[in-house]
T-cell receptor, first 111, second 113 residues
Framework: GQQVMQIPQYQHVQEGEDFTTYCNSS?????IQWYKQRPGGHPVFLIQ?????EVKKQKRLTFQFGEAKKNSSLHITATQTTDVGTYFC???????????FGKGTKLSVIP | DSGVTQTPKHLITATGQRVTLRCSPR?????VYWYQQSLDQGLQFLIQ???????AKGNILERFSAQQFPDLHSELNLSSLELGDSALYFC????????????FGDGTRLSIL
């Protein structure tokens, strides 16, 4: 079945440093979604990318969808303590109704 | 507030018991999903319903079952509980259930003693 892998599993950064997490799918995705889960909270939808090569920005967050629609990345510029949490990518395979989630990247920001 | 309501927030029970988790989707959403999240683990998809019908099944144990009612709320039934079933159970909903963004509830934390 479809597998979605994320690296790294954990990342510790000093406040102000940049952070990137990568997502790779074993199959082509019709779209890629990113979610953030704060400690003790629930996953919250951040963004959806649909087109091959698409790049979207949300303030300090930049999301990219690969040309082959099998990989994606999330880059945070100048991290802040409010960025702490686990970032998940998820995507439906072609013709699939369900999202397959990656295991997430847990970001810790040291003040 | 995501608009998805899950009850109860916490549940403590013993091995061998049966529990029911409840979920009310966001207004207008027809599809409901159930996920299991163990400590520091990712989200394991269990099952999806769309407008009352089962649409997709994931790694759901035979001891677990779910249904979606005509008013679109859903229940997840867990029976013959084992220690390993202790986890956070999330419900999510989306408009049509065709790979669209999902909105998650606060979850039910299930502890098996």
């Amino acid at each position: 079945g479809q597998q979605v892998m994320q690296i790294p599993q954990y990342q510790h950064v000093q406040e102000g440093e940049d952070f990137t997490t990568y997502c790779n799918s074993s199959t082509t995705l019709s779209n890629i979604q990113w979610y953030k889960q704060r400690p003790g909270g629930h996953p919250v939808f951040l963004i959806q990318l649909v087109k091959s090569g698409e790049v979207k920005k949300q303030k300090r967050l930049t999301f990219q969808f690969g040309e082959a629609k099998k990989n994606s990345s999330l880059h945070i510029t100048a991290t802040q303590t409010t960025d702490v949490g686990t970032y998940f990518c998820a995507g439906p395979g072609a013709g699939s109704y369900q999202l397959t989630f990656g295991k997430g990247t847990k970001l810790s920001v040291i003040p | 507030d995501s608009g998805v309501t899950q009850t109860p927030k916490h549940l403590i029970t013993a091995t061998g018991q049966r529990v029911t988790l409840r979920c009310s989707p966001r207004s207008g959403d027809l599809s409901v999903y159930w996920y299991q999240q163990s400590l520091d683990q990712g989200l394991q998809f269990l099952i999806q319903y769309y407008n009352g019908e089962e649409r997709a099944k994931g790694n759901i144990l035979e001891r677990f079952s779910a249904q979606q009612f005509p008013d679109l709320h859903s229940e997840l039934n867990l029976s013959s509980l084992e220690l390993g079933d202790s986890a956070l159970y999330f419900c999510a909903s989306s408009e049509q259930g065709l790979g669209q963004p999902q909105h998650f509830g606060d979850g039910t934390r299930l502890s098996i003693l």
